[in-house]
């Protein structure tokens, strides 16, 4: 006969082992949900951990999704970064930060991140062509004495982020590859994703920001990617040489394109090497050294020639592929698109992580009045009003970006080459005519119509010069062709960018859109 006590200690020890593993394996997998069942009966996301529920989830932790989750984070939001590669970056753009970028910086309390990673104050532009050049300064003089650009190392500008968002407490960095959004009727619920053990784990959250960059996988699903590649940058680093005009960036209207020169450090200045099309020379058959050596080499002033050369035979040669994408989004609850997966411009004139960081201020200015987020269908339509208020500032950088390339870039056109001649001229003359022109590239006075003023301002000056001293009928169609091209070079951008957005957003409903209410 079995002793009662004996089965009743067996039994309650059975059960106390099996409440044991079972809240040890629910704990393990509270994140290893499938699609069905991440929401609970009332519709709610859970927790992406078991201590609270995660307010925005950001895919990427570039220079956008670093940023956006400090500010987000220091606004009392919980925030959940997916990173792909924690490691340091390590990339030939995404290195010069205009004063107009560095102005946002730090409105967002993110100054210090320029500190300690060897950067450099960038005081403005100088132009090289045909064995001329002039100085562009920016026009500092309203502003305190530390606003400047800045010039750096993208993965160290990077690193010092991402360690600034994951010293907040309620901020968590994982590393990670999201795969996919999670979609339940027509709105993001969170996404899902492989951690760098090969685990495939979901997380949820109200909403979802998209940072990946702008080799984007998620892009497609909340906006319509229109991506144009017009050329690529052939990266050099040369060491130990100086700039002929110090803490300038350096921009050599060569033929075929543009070569730029930019310091990254107090030792080191990176060159760019714009290489129009999709296509470059190949570097493993030599091919690219001997274009560089041939081509490019006799356009590089005589100050950076020798390091020039040296940095070709040293052989640390990088390419990268030049990207613009008008910002063309679907306004989807539950989710937003920033920085490089959302849009892009050429990076001749530097402006990304400015328009990244304007749209974060946008951003943050109109969550802030937020409690809830759980409101999806009505967070989207006050969300709406964020593509209309970010438009002065990014389609002003964004058009003056894709123009300026067009217009710096050598061509056979007689029209095209006068246009580069006069642009080159205008810039020359100083005061109004070089300030205004720069003021809008360094993201200072981002003014659209400013921007298109200046640019015919540049082509009827040309036109003027075409017709002294004595109006022929050739030169008058010689100014008609040049007016047609500067129309042809900016009016396709001005498009895609919105004419009514661009011009008149006041006139765009969402732009008065008011915060749902808690």
């Known amino acids: 006969m079995v002793d009662p006590y004996a089965l009743g200690w067996i039994i309650c020890s059975i059960i106390t082992i099996v409440a044991f ?55 009392g939001r919980r925030v959940l970064v997916i990173e792909r590669d924690l490691n340091e970056p390590d990339r030939i753009v995404g290195e010069l930060l205009q004063p107009g970028g560095y102005l946002k910086l730090i409105e967002l309390g993110l100054e210090d991140c320029v500190e300690k990673i060897d950067a450099q104050q960038v005081f403005g532009y100088a132009l090289f062509k045909d064995g001329k050049h002039t100085r562009l300064s920016y026009p500092l003089e309203k502003f305190h004495s530390d606003i400047a650009g800045r010039s750096f190392h993208n993965g160290r500008f990077i690193q010092r982020m991402r360690e600034k968002a994951a010293s907040l407490p309620n901020v968590r960095l994982e590393q990670g590859t999201v795969t996919s959004l999670l979609e339940d009727q027509g709105t993001i619920k969170g996404v899902e994703y492989k951690t760098k053990d090969a685990q495939e784990l979901s997380a949820c959250a109200p909403l979802t920001i998209v940072c990946d960059g702008c080799f984007s996988n998620l892009r497609r699903t909340l906006c319509n990617p229109k991506v144009d590649v017009p050329s690529c940058f052939v990266g050099l680093v040369l060491e130990n040489c100086e700039l002929p005009c110090a803490n300038h960036g350096h921009v050599i209207l060569g033929d075929p394109s543009p070569v730029l020169f930019y310091p990254i450090s107090s030792t080191e200045i990176r060159c760019l090497v714009d ?131 067009k217009v710096f870039c050598a061509s056979p056109d007689p029209a095209r080459k006068e246009m580069r001649q006069a642009c080159f001229d205008y810039l020359s003359l100083g005061g109004l005519f070089s300030e205004g022109p720069v003021s809008l590239l360094s993201g200072l006075n981002p003014r659209p119509l400013s921007l298109v003023l200046h640019f015919f301002a540049v082509a009827i000056y040309g036109v003027g010069r075409l017709l002294l001293p004595f109006p022929s009928p050739k030169r008058i169609w010689s100014g008609v062709r040049l007016i047609a091209s500067a129309s042809g070079i900016i009016l396709p951008i001005i498009k895609a960018e919105g004419v009514r957005q661009m011009f008149f957003p006041a006139t765009v409903p969402a732009y008065y859109r008011t915060p749902p209410a808690a």
């Open 21 to 75: 593993y079972t809240f040890v394996f629910s704990r393990k997998n509270c994140s290893q949900r499938t699609t069905e069942n991440i929401t609970t009966a009332t519709g709610e996301c859970r927790s992406f951990n078991p201590d609270g529920d995660a307010d925005v989830i950001i895919v990427g932790a570039g220079v956008a999704g670093s940023a956006l989750a400090c500010t987000l984070g220091k606004d």
């Open 275 to 405: 290489v129009p099309g999709q296509k470059v020379p190949s570097i493993s058959n030599g091919e690219m050294a001997k274009y560089l050596k041939t081509v490019v080499a006799p356009q590089v002033p005589p100050e950076l020639h020798d390091a020039f050369i040296a940095a070709v035979d040293k052989g640390n040669i990088r390419t990268m592929p030049n990207r613009s994408m008008p910002a063309d989004p679907y306004p989807t609850p539950g989710a937003l698109l920033m920085g490089d997966a959302f849009n892009m411009r050429h990076p001749l004139t530097g402006g990304g992580m400015t328009v990244a960081l304007s749209d974060i201020v946008v951003l943050r200015n109109l969550l802030k009045p937020l409690r809830d987020l759980n409101d999806a269908s009505s967070l989207c339509k006050y969300l709406e009003s964020f593509y209309t208020l970010r438009k002065p500032v990014a389609s002003t950088i964004n058009t003056l970006a894709g123009a300026l390339y």
